[in-house]
């Protein structure tokens, strides 16, 4: 990706996709991964949102308000620069910063709260306007970056397993339509597998009666609720710091990591200052500082032609919109289903991006402070405030530094050329330079 010689953001390198483009690009795959990752980003993250709201006493409207500018500012975002780069890259929120501003919710206001999201969000804009993330991003391992991607995406396969020895009514029937569909390739490119398994396990949970009541409990439309901010100093020592390391390594820096894998060329600067400059308006609404998110874009590039991965994108972009303005009912609905549900759909949904994560993160240079990054990351240990991913970074690039073999190369020998990050499996037969994720 070009660098602008006047500014630090990269800029497109792909023609911008037109209307018949992206409509001939949307085929039964990009779509069914487009929903899926969807429906992830407003199953389980939600709940997380819900509980800050309920441990900082939040109204039903400051909740809705919430959730509103958490959809619909992040899908236009998603939206907007999926078409502007022709290249997939979704926005949503931290959840490890949503957890940090639950946490200080308990002793700070709401307003102080959201004075602490406006510093973070001119810091993190700064730090991608300016460059610096990029550079600081750049002597990074990929191989201990991935291997974080990997201990982050481990929990999904893992309640997976949970899933189907808790509920195996719901779980195994989802698990049994996915294997059934992907083995025949030429049935998983028209009906995508992870879609289907959604769709049986909505059917059992609601012709069991397991889906729960109350869905439109708090309405059908959401509305914005603007909350004056508070600058205090205990909020901005307590919050600003974490949540920008966590947005601008932890959360951005999967982010890049899935997308350089499936084969695409994310900004680094670019992530940081579009997540920043759009949570300025968003923190007004209540909404955690925004970032550039892993399980989703790994959802969403999972299907096999990269070419068509940014319709994907969009498909996800335009339903966070409508999820956003529809918020109290979707989300309703996706509370009202089954934990089971949600584990076991997450669980196969990242089950490819898993299995790539690990392999990029064990197969390369650095393999002891790869190993020393997963270990601490699944961990999920908390020091200063900093969740477990930011802390596994930092320790596997201490014990690379001190244990793993330096790549070494001869003054004479010439300069290798950059070589592609490790691509995915795929059982379809398009050209080798069609594969991806």
Not at 191 to 220: C, E, K, R, W, Y
Not at 221 to 239: D, G, R
Not at 400 to 425: G, Y
């Amino acid at each position: 990706m070009a660098v602008s010689p006047l500014l630090a953001i990269e800029r497109p390198h792909l023609p911008r996709p037109g209307i018949r483009e992206i409509f001939g690009d949307l085929g039964p795959q990009e779509i069914g991964n487009g929903l899926v990752a969807l429906i992830f980003s407003a199953s389980g993250p939600i709940a997380v949102i819900l509980a800050a709201a309920a441990a900082g006493n939040l109204s039903p409207d400051q909740t809705s308000s919430w959730i509103l500018g958490a959809f619909l500012g992040n899908g236009i975002l998603t939206l907007i620069l999926t078409w502007l780069y022709r290249s997939p890259q979704a926005y949503f929120w931290t959840i490890p910063g949503t957890v940090l501003a639950g946490d200080a919710l308990t002793h700070l206001t709401f307003g102080e709260v959201i004075g602490a999201y406006l510093a973070t969000a001119v810091l993190v804009f700064l730090l991608g306007w300016t460059g610096l993330i990029g550079r600081i991003m750049a002597v990074l391992p990929p191989t201990i970056v991935m291997a974080m991607v990997a201990g982050i995406f481990l929990r999904f396969g893992l309640d997976l397993v949970g899933a189907a020895t808790g509920d195996p009514m719901i779980a195994i029937p989802m698990i049994v339509i996915f294997v059934a569909i992907s083995i025949f390739p030429k049935a998983a490119a028209v009906a995508p597998p992870v879609a289907l398994a959604a769709m049986v396990g909505t059917m059992i949970a609601i012709f069991t009666g397991q889906l729960g009541s109350g869905i439109l409990d708090n309405g059908t439309i959401a509305s914005p609720v603007y909350t004056a901010p508070e600058f205090s100093f205990a909020a901005m020592t307590e919050l600003v710091i974490p949540l920008a390391i966590t947005v601008v390594i932890v959360q951005n820096g999967q982010g890049i990591a899935v997308l350089r894998a499936a084969g695409h060329k994310p900004g680094v600067n670019l992530a940081a200052a579009a997540s920043g400059l759009v949570s300025i308006p968003m923190a007004l609404m209540g909404n955690v500082t925004t970032c550039l998110t892993g399980p989703t874009n790994a959802l969403i590039v999972s299907g096999p032609n990269k070419e068509r991965h940014y319709a994907a994108a969009m498909v996800t972009a335009v339903g966070a919109i409508a999820v956003g303005l529809f918020s109290p009912a979707f989300v309703g609905f996706m509370l009202a289903m089954p934990v089971s549900f949600i584990a076991a759909l997450a669980g196969i949904a990242m089950l490819t991006p898993l299995k790539n994560a690990f392999v990029a993160g064990f197969s390369g240079a650095f393999s002891t402070g790869a190993l020393v990054c997963f270990l601490v990351t699944v961990s999920e240990m908390s020091l200063l405030g900093i969740s477990a991913p930011f802390w596994g970074i930092v320790f596997g690039c201490l014990i690379a530094w001190l244990m793993d073999p330096k790549p070494r190369k001869s003054p004479t020998d010439p300069v290798p050329p950059a070589q592609p990050a490790p691509q995915p499996e795929t059982t379809d037969k398009q050209p080798a330079h069609d594969r991806s994720r």
